[in-house]
């Protein structure tokens, strides 16, 4: 039993055995010089033009939920696209469901203003 899980003990000891080692490297070698230019926040190497009390308005958490909604049901279509042939057609018709269920509710969404920006 033990034999079947050695290649995963193994590559997963090396794995973490190399991430320490590079971490201790970075530690010993690497050299820390912070300057306030270094300290300031930044998004894709432009300076940030948010100041820290900024608050995003709640539609943004809202769309962001909502695509993380739709984004995981989607990924349920997957096995089953892959696999179609051996489900047959009870797969097919439960997938036709479940795609018109979904549009249902975006549809929902999209017409209570969800997604609108305000």
């Known amino acids: 039993m033990l034999r079947s899980y050695l290649p995963a003990i193994v590559f997963l000891v ?6 320490a080692l590079f971490g201790v ?12 230019s270094k300290l300031e926040p930044y998004e894709c190497g432009l300076p940030s033009e948010v100041q820290r009390g900024f608050r995003f308005g709640i539609s943004f958490y809202l769309v962001a939920m909502l695509f993380i909604l739709f984004d995981i049901e989607v990924i349920f279509l997957y ?3 892959v696999q179609l042939r051996a489900f047959g057609t009870f797969a097919m018709t439960e997938t036709i469901v479940f795609v018109v269920l979904l549009m249902i509710a975006f549809v929902y969404v999209w017409r209570r203003g969800a997604l609108a920006w305000r």
């Open 79 to 81: 096995p089953i696209a």
């Open 14 to 19: 090396l794995g973490g055995a190399v991430g």
């Open 25 to 36: 490297l970075n530690l010993i070698v690497g050299r820390t010089l912070p300057n306030r």
